[in-house]
């Protein structure tokens, strides 16, 4: 399934967001993944803008990150 270049873009910049924000917290991809209970490889794509995140996965990064859902969008 390929995602409209409209929805391409925000993707792009969660991806960017929470990879910023990961880094700025000092967590490795793999120590995010663990915390937030989700695969290494869905912490990829979702950095790389490469998937839709649920709801469930955004909160739980969210959490995992000690920071709300407002936050974590926060200009994106």
Not at 3 to 16: A, H, P, Q, T
Not at 34 to 52: C, M, P, W
């Amino acid at each position: 399934m390929s995602i409209n270049i409209r929805n391409k873009e925000v993707l792009v910049k969660f991806g960017e967001r929470l990879k910023a924000v990961r880094l700025q917290k000092g967590l490795t991809q793999e120590q995010l993944a663990y915390d937030a209970e989700i695969e290494l490889s869905q912490v990829h794509r979702l950095e790389a803008g490469k998937t839709n995140a649920t709801i469930s996965t955004i909160t739980s990064v969210a959490k995992a990150l000690n920071m709300t859902i407002s936050e974590l969008f926060k200009g994106v």
